[in-house]
């Protein structure tokens, strides 16, 4: 398989963190949307990141897709989401949260990077939905006295949550999250796992 876009990207990097969790092997394109939009068309055409090339030749896109096709390739009980519920709504939920925090995210860096004039309406807007995903995610995780979020091995949930909060902190560095510290803890503990370390990148801002 080949997994293509950059590890600055939340969304390529929950991917690449969840194949390397499951051992699956994969090769890496780390091809910008701007800068390689040539090099990824030919297999998304609408040049979004992540794109999934599989082994027969299909793509897969979007992040939420491709990790449900991962979790068909391995077996039921060494999936990354619970497989019973509550415990599995639970973790979409968190995760789900943590990928809208993201996207705004991005949509707010791109609106201050690309536009000489700045809509202060849509980006103090992009900033309030941040600021209250990672007020939910907080609380939630204050309330938990497991390493990770549904007990003490790593999921998806987890993966999400760390990944978002990495982008935030690195695309966003005005933005204060200080007031998020069982957050802040959470991620710092994800970041410093072999896995989260390996599947990394500097943030680029595009050209």
Known sequence: MILIGQY???F????GIAMTLYSLTFEHKAWSTFGDADKIRPYNPLTRVPTLVLDDGDVLVESHLIIDYLDGLVAADKRLYPTTEP?????????????HAADKAVAL?????????????WSSRCQRQ????????????????????????????DIAVAVAV??????????DISPYPALIA????????????????????PA
């Open 166 to 175: 990495r982008f935030i902190r690195d695309a966003h560095p005005k933005i």
């Open 87 to 99: 415990a599995r709504h639970r973790a979409l939920k968190a995760a789900a949260t943590a990928m």
């Open 8 to 10: 600055d990207s939340p």
């Open 109 to 121: 860096f791109y609106e201050k990077a690309l536009h000489k004039e700045v809509s202060e309406v």
């Open 186 to 205: 959470f991620a710092d503990a994800c970041e410093s796992r072999p896995e989260f370390q390996a599947i990394s990148q500097v943030f680029i801002a």
């Open 130 to 157: 941040i600021e209250a995903a990672l007020t939910m995610l907080n609380a939630e995780r204050a309330r938990q006295t497991t390493a990770f979020w549904f007990g003490e091995a790593i999921g998806h949930a």
């Open 12 to 15: 390529v990097r929950r991917v």
